[in-house]
């Protein structure tokens, strides 16, 4: 039985999994987007998240654990030093799934997953701005019940 085992097994053995993982984080990273299945990008946004997360980290402890994963040398200083200061201020979600549609010969759906580009703006939400909500909300419906009241008294 499959009780309590997380995670797609993708049609692969565990160590060709985990080296597809790798590999894909390592492309991702590098070029900041790439094109996948639906399943596999959602398998990878997993690692990518983790992996951004250890950048955020930047002590040397980090970065040997994204070594690990991540195959070039190169792309984990991309990582500590480009990509994961984009992100200080965002709490996670780090990647964007785009579907593309299904694919040519086995139909199966098409992604691209790439890094978030915009900044994150943490949504405040103020007092002041409750009030003015709920203020042109009454009006509305004191407008509305007004011109329901119009119509009764034009019958």
Known sequence: MRHNKSGRRLGRNSSHRAAMMRNMVT??????????TDARAKELRKVVDRMITLGKRGDLHA????????????????????????????????????????????N????????????????????????????????????ATEAAADTKQAE
């Open 63 to 106: 970065r040997r654990q994204a070594i690990k994963v991540i195959q070039d040398r190169k792309v984990v200083g991309k990582l500590f030093e480009l990509i994961a200061p984009r992100y200080t201020d965002r709490p996670g979600g780090y990647t964007r799934i785009i579907k593309l549609g299904n694919r040519l010969g086995d």
């Open 108 to 143: 199966a759906p098409q992604v691209i997953i790439e890094l978030v580009e915009e900044e994150f703006t943490p949504r405040v939400r103020k007092a002041a701005d409750d009030k003015a909500v709920a203020e042109s909300v009454a009006t509305e419906v004191a407008e």
């Open 27 to 36: 492309s991702l990273l590098e070029h900041e987007k790439i094109t996948t």
